[in-house]
């Protein structure tokens, strides 16, 4: 057998000012051909599952490209152009295929069109005919269009939040794709739409509405019919048309059992609609709480600016706070600021500098602060992530540097990415087990690795392009009317 595989990948935020243009991807990754391979295999991410389900069973890859970004603005139209004509040379060129594997995101939404997944599932097939099979793996965010589900034979939705069965994911898309492409299942799928909306900090499928969806679905899945079953949270903050929550049900040449099994999980999805509603604790009093703890680390979790989820990184709020109160024994991670990083770089380790931090892309979210302070290291930002989540992949923060305010700690770094691991703390020496208070920017993911290491947890309601309270955003092009922003 061989297969195509290639990635293309990006959350987008259209609320978000900053382009996501080829430096972007640069930043986070940009691989082609053979180099995918090796830079994915073992990994904990859909690619690594891929590649190591495809070497189990003999099968031959011929790689295309890995493209990804952190979340931000729409992908510009020349980048998403040049990218998608590149896979599709590649395709044309790769001879003979039994299949294709294609590990996308599902929030893509380019300066060109609304649907960037779609778009580009419609030209593989049209490239391809209707008769090679396509497997897809997209994020647990993926907002599901119509175009998608036509042009591929599968997908496979990642089942948890935080997203720690990637490369499951993967392994699953290879091995159902060698399924079809042995012609031992024939799917047919089932798709669903309800009009919800579910805020990001709902999502999580630890507990609440995700969690009672995927036990439903978990049963189903016993029926050996029943090829799979995936559950989109949808990503909210991207306006299109589709964003939201969706149901894909795969059987083996049952259409009437992928209906009906949509049907009972749309349903459950509605009746439980106002399980996705979020709240969390105002900035003062949550520092309050956080000092107040008998036990550390006490994890400040900055959801409503989260990289991840399109923020900027630089918001100041909460800083601003344990600044005020003379917080000790506290870290912030991670603030992005490449002009306050390169300030550190000229001072020196050692050095005592005075710096404005943060508030710079948008200062409607928390204006830059003044700080003076000791730069405590320096580094070039990159570092292993040990998982759960996207374990062995390298991780790259750009020139980094801690600056040391009176034992407030400030990780200031020149690339976005999220505070999920904590070897973003490790590696520049800090011991999240042994701080106070950790300011961790990020939604829900950081709970697969910071969780188990923390005694209090508090959701901070600050503000930021990923805040959970969606009357914050004024929506234009959503489908309505849609739950929460509409009473349903």
């Not at 016993?222 to 299109?240: H, N, Q």
């Not at 589709?242 to 049907?263: C, F, P, W």
């Not at 208070?437 to 309601?461: G, M, N, Q, T, W």
């Amino acid at each position: 057998m061989r297969f195509f595989i290639a990635m293309f990948s990006h959350e987008t935020n259209t609320f978000s000012t900053i382009p996501t243009d080829q430096r972007q991807f640069e930043a986070r990754d940009l691989r082609y051909g053979g180099e995918i391979l090796e830079a994915y295999r073992g990994t904990g991410t859909c690619l690594g599952g891929m590649i190591d389900a495809a070497a189990a069973h003999g099968v031959t890859l011929v790689p295309s490209l890995a493209a990804a970004a952190s979340p931000a603005g729409r992908v510009t139209a020349d980048f998403y152009r040049r990218t998608t004509q590149r896979l599709l040379e590649d395709l044309r060129a790769a001879g003979a295929l039994d299949g294709i594997l294609l590990d996308l995101h599902g929030a893509m939404v380019p300066e060109s069109t609304e649907d960037g997944e779609g778009d580009l599932l419609r030209a593989v097939r049209e490239a391809v005919g209707a008769s090679v099979p396509v497997a897809v793996t997209l994020d647990f965010h993926a907002n599901v269009t119509a175009d998608m589900v036509r042009h591929a034979t599968l997908l496979h939705g990642y089942k948890t939040y935080p997203h720690v069965d990637m490369d499951a994911r993967g392994r699953e898309a290879t091995e159902r794709l060698l399924d079809v492409a042995a012609g031992r299942i024939r799917p047919t799928v089932a798709w669903r739409q309800p009009p919800l909306l579910p805020p990001i900090a709902g999502q999580l499928t630890a507990r609440g509405p995700m969690r009672r969806l995927y036990d439903l679905a978990a049963e189903m899945e016993k029926d050996p019919t029943v090829v799979s079953i995936s559950i989109f949270a949808g990503f909210p903050l991207a306006d299109i048309k589709d964003a939201g929550l969706s149901i894909y049900v795969a059987a083996d040449g049952n259409q009437r059992l992928a209906d009906e099994l949509a049907d009972r999980l749309a349903a459950l999805a509605w009746e439980h609609r106002r399980e996705f509603l979020h709240t969390a604790v105002p900035v003062g009093e949550a520092v309050a709480r956080a000092l107040a703890a008998d036990g550390r680390p006490v994890i400040l979790a900055d959801i409503a600016d989260n990289t991840g989820g399109g923020a900027a990184g630089d918001t100041t709020e909460i800083l601003r706070e344990l600044l005020r109160v003379g917080a000790r024994q506290t870290t912030v991670a991670c603030l992005w600021d490449a002009e306050a990083v390169q300030a550190c770089i000229r001072a020196g380790v050692g050095a005592t500098v005075a710096v404005r931090v943060g508030g710079k892309v948008d200062p409607s979210h928390g204006a830059p602060i003044e700080v003076t302070g000791r730069v405590r290291t320096l580094s070039d930002g990159r570092f292993v992530h040990k998982g759960p989540m996207f374990r062995g992949l390298e991780g790259r923060l750009g020139p980094t540097a801690v600056l040391d305010v009176n034992d407030l700690k400030i990780i200031l770094i020149s690339l976005r990415w999220q505070t999920l691991d904590p070897e973003m703390l490790r590696f520049v020496g800090i011991d999240p087990t042994a701080e106070k208070i950790l300011v961790v920017k990020s939604s829900v993911h950081y709970r697969a690795a910071f969780e188990p290491l923390a005694h209090a947890i508090i959701e901070v309601d600050a503000p930021g392009l990923s805040s959970s309270n969606l009357a914050r955003f004024t929506f234009k092009r959503v489908r309505r009317p849609i739950y929460p922003l509409d009473a349903l």
